[in-house]
């Protein structure tokens, strides 16, 4: 399909789904189709991928409401993210309701409607980031994006069953976001599958002059399943499930999934945690959601959602005598949690601990609400970053869903193991019972602090001098080969080592070699142990890529036997041996 046949699809789709209450403004439909036609380079990341957006996040051109009409202006430009995602190639197709404010984990509290949620129509949507999540669902965009202060791209990602993707704060540029809690917002992004979120992710970070919050973090590559990982999971009674058994044993067949894929599950202390969530709303933070709206309280307080007054009303009264209170006790907290992640490579949790109906949440909108930000109120206080996985179908209908977390920095690592355990599940994504695209082969790759070098003989995995970069800590990346460039040949050294020439373009063999990673000191201490006639130079790949690598000095191969017909060091070795 074009990027314009995309685009007229989701326009299709949202008026076949009619619900009014998922987007507040769409953006004219024949601007959207000429702007897609415009695109002309198919290698944008985003190429022609619609794209809708929570409408407290500026798009130029539609009005920016916070769900909250006498709030509304019309913004000149596009926030940061959304530049970003239009510079990929993405469409804006338009903008998502919300709980007002970003104030709710419900989606409830919005003067324009309740989304339905698609999965099971008597369950809240969640919030805030209600219409963003339920849009991904029903299949009407494969990318929305929300937000997250205190778990409103989680949340609503569990209970529309997608991925939500809550980056490490400051990665995202928050330049054109109307703030719920300045220090601790974050522009989130849903998906159908975790590999869509982190494309998504890699076009939207980098710093921002713009936004005083951004911080510059570099975002690493996926990388394969690893061999050894760790996983926190509270200890025994700690968990809390307000009587939903069903939640409980989802959440049990999710850690016994993790085991099944390698992974060793570790027992932390989750009240330190539980802690931090209670100071986000209990502490002084709710005078940053005041801070937000004071001017419209004190002017025309009734066009504030009733639920979202009475909370944000509260940010008035904490003292700054109360605020350092809070901020000491939470710098104690962050130290606690970070001796937890030295144990953990992530911890994993329920997303939510129940679900509820929308009845039920009209009935009683604090508690529950509170309820459902259990597992996520601290996560940005503490200064994680977060990724919600769908992890199964209850037998209610409900979906139930697992969050990983780690400290800031690591979202490409969260994302490496998320995507597996996805997979593994097999579950429908969203709400339309459509399976998952195959899992796409991921590469090992060095870190952006590591060096990649190419071994051809005595180093390669089980051979005489491999234990020379394991015990440096080197990690095999991959086997591949050469170039058609060089020819290899079996030097008089104990133990035998080869030596690798490069020889004309075309005119030598493909050499099967592998590739290493290690630190620039591990690197530094390996080269300067290589003896003579070996040493380091850059060797071509078959597919194009370079590495540094063993070579040989051309005087050492007088007298010594060719050997490039093998392909390589070990069938040479193993025919040697055979003899």
Not at 15 to 41: G, K, M, N, V
Not at 46 to 62: H, M, Q, R, S, T
Not at 156 to 180: D, Q, T
Not at 295 to 320: F, K, N, Q, Y
């Given at each position: 399909?074009?990027?314009?046949?995309?685009?007229?699809?989701?326009?299709?789709?949202?008026?076949?789904?009619?619900?009014?209450?998922?987007?507040?403004?769409?953006?004219?439909?024949?601007?959207?189709?000429?702007?897609?036609?415009?695109?002309?380079?198919?290698?944008?990341?985003?190429?022609?991928?619609?794209?809708?957006?929570?409408?407290?996040?500026?798009?130029?051109?539609?009005?920016?409401?916070?769900?909250?009409?006498a709030f509304?202006?019309?913004?000149?430009?596009?926030?940061?993210?959304?530049?970003?995602?239009?510079?990929?190639?993405?469409?804006?197709?338009?903008?998502?309701?919300?709980?007002?404010?970003?104030?709710?984990?419900?989606?409830?509290?919005?003067?324009?409607?309740?989304p339905k949620n698609p999965v099971r129509g008597d369950l809240v949507p969640g919030g805030s980031s209600s219409g963003s999540a339920v849009a991904v669902s029903a299949g009407l965009v494969p990318l929305s994006l929300g937000t997250d202060t205190a778990?409103?791209?989680?949340?609503?990602?569990?209970?529309?069953?997608?991925?939500?993707?809550?980056?490490?704060?400051?990665?995202?540029?928050?330049?054109?976001?109307?703030?719920?809690?300045?220090?601790l917002d974050c522009i989130s992004i849903f998906s159908l599958t975790t590999d869509d979120a982190l494309a998504a992710l890699a076009v939207m970070a980098g710093p921002d002059d713009a936004d005083p919050f951004s911080r510059d973090r570099p975002l690493a590559a996926l990388t394969p399943f690893p061999a050894k990982l760790k996983l926190g999971i509270p200890k025994s009674g700690q968990l809390i499930f307000f009587g939903d058994r069903d939640a409980?044993?989802?959440?049990?067949?999710?850690?016994?999934?993790?085991?099944?894929?390698?992974?060793?599950?570790?027992?932390?202390?989750?009240?330190?945690?539980?802690?931090?969530?209670?100071?986000?709303?209990?502490?002084?933070?709710?005078?940053?959601?005041?801070?937000?709206?004071?001017?419209?309280?004190?002017?025309?307080?009734?066009?504030?959602?009733?639920?979202?007054?009475?909370?944000?009303?509260?940010?008035?009264?904490?003292?700054?005598?109360?605020?350092?209170?809070?901020?000491?006790?939470?710098?104690?907290?962050r130290r606690v949690a970070a001796r937890t992640f030295a144990q953990c490579d992530a911890i994993v949790l329920p997303t939510a601990p129940t679900v509820y109906s929308t009845e039920q949440v009209l009935a009683n909108p604090i508690e529950l609400n509170s309820r459902l930000g259990t597992y996520t109120n601290f996560v940005n206080l503490l200064d994680l970053c977060g990724l919600a996985l769908p992890a199964a179908m209850r037998p209610d209908g409900a979906p139930f869903g697992v969050t990983l977390l780690a400290p800031a920095g690591c979202d490409a690592e969260l994302a490496s193991i998320g995507r597996v355990f996805h997979a593994d599940t097999k579950l429908a994504v969203g709400a339309k019972a459509l399976s998952q695209p195959p899992l796409a082969k991921v590469l090992a790759q060095a870190g952006a602090d590591e060096i990649t070098i190419a071994v051809v003989g005595a180093h390669l995995s089980g051979m005489a001098l491999n234990h020379e970069l394991t015990t440096r800590d080197a990690r095999l990346l991959e086997e591949t080969v050469t170039a058609a460039d060089y020819k290899l040949y079996a030097l008089d050294t104990t133990p035998p080592k080869p030596g690798m020439l490069r020889v004309e373009a075309g005119a030598g063999h493909a050499i099967k070699l592998e590739l290493w990673a290690m630190s620039p000191a591990a690197f530094g201490a390996f080269v300067a142990a290589i003896p003579p006639p070996l040493s380091i130079g850059t060797i071509r790949l078959a597919d194009?890529?370079?590495?540094?690598?063993?070579?040989?000095?051309?005087?050492?191969?007088a007298g010594a036997k060719d050997i490039s017909a093998y392909g390589g060091w070990r069938a040479f070795m193993a025919e040697r041996i055979k003899a």
């Open positions: 399909m074009t990027p314009a046949q995309t685009v007229a699809r989701s326009y299709q789709r949202i008026r076949a789904h009619s619900d009014p209450a998922i987007f507040i403004s769409l953006r004219d439909e024949q601007e959207a189709l000429a702007e897609a036609a415009r695109l002309a380079d198919p290698t944008l990341p985003l190429y022609g991928v619609p794209v809708a957006v929570k409408d407290n996040i500026d798009v130029a051109g539609l009005p920016t409401t916070a769900a909250c009409p509304s202006y019309v913004p000149a430009q596009d926030s940061t993210a959304v530049a970003k995602l239009r510079a990929a190639g993405a469409i804006i197709i338009g903008k998502t309701n919300l709980d007002q404010f970003a104030t709710g984990l419900v989606g409830v509290r919005s003067p324009y409607g309740i778990g409103s791209g989680r949340v609503p990602a569990m209970l529309n069953n997608i991925v939500g993707l809550k980056p490490s704060l400051g990665l995202i540029s928050n330049a054109g976001l109307v703030p719920a809690c300045r220090t409980e044993q989802a959440y049990d067949a999710a850690c016994k999934r993790w085991q099944a894929l390698g992974a060793e599950l570790v027992e932390f202390d989750l009240e330190p945690f539980y802690e931090t969530a209670r100071l986000l709303y209990e502490g002084p933070w709710v005078a940053e959601r005041y801070l937000v709206i004071r001017d419209l309280l004190a002017s025309a307080p009734d066009a504030i959602h009733p639920v979202t007054r009475e909370i944000t009303i509260a940010g008035a009264r904490p003292s700054a005598a109360d605020t350092f209170s809070a901020l000491y006790r939470l710098q104690a907290l194009g890529r370079q590495a540094k690598g063993f070579i040989v000095e051309p005087a050492a191969i």
